[in-house]
């Protein structure tokens, strides 16, 4: 008998599914993973998250050859580039970057305001979570940083950092802190800078 002969149509349907939607299943766990590879120091933790962004890709239609080199290189910008490719594309990304310019406004023509850019909706929530934990972190380890500028000596405490916003994390593009914005999780401030709203 033929592979597949025991299933109903329902749940052939739900195998093809998984396979058609494999590169968004990974999406989620591959952004948390560039989030963390952009703030992580630790030596130990950078060779952990690599491995796993190597097992993840794998099960993706991420170009081996291209996965090969960048895992190699440990170009997290790199990285970053496929994750957004496999959260925006509904085809294969297995033949590297588009060589035309993807549906949704380049970053660079992107206005920064709260109703700025095109259509978001195709923006995975796991990415718009992952990006906003990104931006908490980079935003607490600024701070932290700032204080202790200012505060070089223990005996010296009290002074806290008037730090309230910074550049988001580039591995995450324009478009998805802009949604951020409409979805009143961010605020702009201009020049690049974006601050995280109260009680967010």
């Known amino acids: 008998m033929a592979k597949g002969e025991y299933l109903s149509n329902y749940q052939q349907k739900v195998v093809r599914g998984y396979y058609e939607n494999r590169d968004t299943i990974f ?3 591959l952004s948390s993973i560039v989030s963390d590879l952009a703030i992580t120091k630790s030596e130990k933790e ?5 491995a796993k962004a190597k097992e993840f890709l794998a099960k993706t239609t991420a170009n081996p050859a291209r996965v090969q080199k960048l895992v190699a290189e440990k170009n997290l910008e790199e990285l970053a580039r ?5 959260a925006n594309s509904k085809g294969d990304v297995s033949k590297g970057p588009p060589q035309t310019p993807a ?6 023509a992107v206005t920064p305001t709260a109703d700025a850019g095109g259509p978001t909706s195709d923006i995975p929530p796991e990415m718009l979570k992952s990006a906003l934990t990104a931006f908490k972190k980079r935003l ?6 700032d204080e202790s500028r200012l ?3 223990a005996m010296t405490g009290g002074k806290k950092s008037e730090i309230t916003a910074i ?3 580039d591995q995450f593009p324009k478009e998805v802190w802009d949604e951020l914005v409409k979805q009143n999780k961010l605020r702009y401030t201009g020049q690049g800078f974006y601050e995280l709203l ?3």
């Open 27 to 29: 999406v989620s766990k």
């Open 46 to 50: 950078v060779g952990r998250l690599w």
């Open 82 to 86: 496929i994750v957004n490719e496999l």
């Open 103 to 108: 549906p949704t406004a380049p970053a660079a």
């Open 140 to 145: 607490k380890l600024t701070i932290l940083n």
């Open 151 to 153: 505060a070089p000596r």
């Open 167 to 169: 550049i988001p994390p």
């Open 198 to 200: 109260p009680g967010v």
